[in-house]
C-alpha cells in the first residue's frame, strides 16, 4: 500500500534529521565544542566517503547503502521508509570507517 506523497516524504526527511541528529550528538559528545562537532558531521559524509571509497569493503558499504535509500526514494511503501533510513545510517556508518581507515 503506497502512501501519500507528502506524508512519505515528510516522514522520510523527519526520519534522515533524526538519523543526523543522533551522529551529531555522538560527535558533540566526543569533541570539545559546537563547530568542531558540525565539521565531524561534514568531514564524516565528504573527507570520509572520498577515503573509503578507494577500500572495497567501505565501497561496498557506500554502494549498498545507495542502492537502498535510493529505492526507498522510488517506491514509496511504508517498508521502503526503514529501507531508507538503514540505508542512510549504514553512509554515515561508511563514512565513519572510512575516517578510521585515514589514521
Known sequence: MKIAY?????RLLAGSLFIVGI?????LAQTPDLAAA???VFMTITLGI??????PGILL????S???????LLVRKKYALRLFWSGFA???LAGMMGMGARY
Not at 507528502?6 to 515528510?10: G, K, L
Not at 545507495?66 to 526507498?72: A, D, E, N, P, W
Open 61 to 64: 558499504c557506500v554502494m549498498t
Open 50 to 55: 572520498s577515503i573509503g571509497a578507494s577500500i
Open 6 to 10: 507528502t506524508v512519505y516524504y515528510r
Open 38 to 40: 558540525i565539521a565531524a
Open 90 to 92: 549504514l553512509f554515515f
Open 66 to 72: 545507495s542502492f537502498m535509500m535510493g529505492y526507498g
Open 23 to 27: 551522529f551529531f550528538l555522538w560527535f
